[in-house]
């Protein structure tokens, strides 16, 4: 999320923003989870494979074969309401950037699987970060992203509620190249079970 963006283009970076929000725009706008979901998968593995602020190394870009992801599973869609919480401030380590505060705004339940804190970027315009790590074996050890609104990742909701679909949940930047630093989730956004759907990691 976060990226040492020393030899890397400014604007390339936000038009790497620019075109997530359109990709996840267009996957609010399908009615049929599966089908936004093949459509996030696609966008995503283009991005990835082609845009100049991919987090995958540029010497490796032309030879990806496109992000490991489980297929859509209707179960691990949750559309939750944030329920209130104590407010609790984290602040996130940005390498050679400045350090990035966040602030708890809430929590939200997801049925036989746990709870999750919700956080606010408290950086200019903010934005919602929800972060998940499991004991799944696929899954990046230092967790996945399932809300990254700063960044665009933004799968909707209601005011008092969001769209919590772990099948969208993506490694971090920093999973892909060293040369990024990732806010990962703390005990909060910890959950005691698998979640075998979502982006999968491949050491290397």
């Not at 040492?4 to 390339?12: Q, V």
């Not at 769209?163 to 630093?181: E, G, H, I, K, R």
């Amino acid at each position: 999320m976060l990226g040492n963006t020393a030899g890397m283009e400014h604007l390339d970076v936000a038009d790497w923003r620019r075109r997530v929000g359109a990709l996840y725009a267009a996957v609010r706008a399908e009615p049929d989870p599966p089908t936004a979901h093949q459509l996030w998968r696609r966008g995503r593995d283009n991005l990835l494979r082609g845009h100049p602020a991919s987090p995958i190394p540029a010497s490796d870009r032309a030879g990806y074969g496109g992000a490991d992801v489980a297929g859509y599973d209707p179960a691990y869609r949750f559309v939750v309401p944030v329920e209130p919480v104590d407010p609790l401030t984290r602040t996130v380590d940005a390498g050679d950037e400045p350090a990035v505060d966040l602030l708890r705004i809430g929590r939200v339940s997801l049925p036989g699987l746990g709870t999750l804190d919700v956080w606010w970027l408290q950086a200019y315009g903010g934005g919602i970060f929800l972060p998940v790590r499991d004991r799944a074996a696929t899954s990046y050890q230092g967790g996945r992203y399932v809300w990254d609104s700063i960044k665009g990742a933004d799968l909707g909701g209601m005011s008092d509620a969001l769209v919590v679909d772990l099948n969208f949940s993506f490694q971090p930047s920093c999973a892909y190249s060293p040369m990024w630093t990732c806010p990962l989730p703390g005990p909060g956004n910890t959950l005691a079970v698998e979640v075998p759907v979502g982006e999968r990691y491949h050491p290397g």
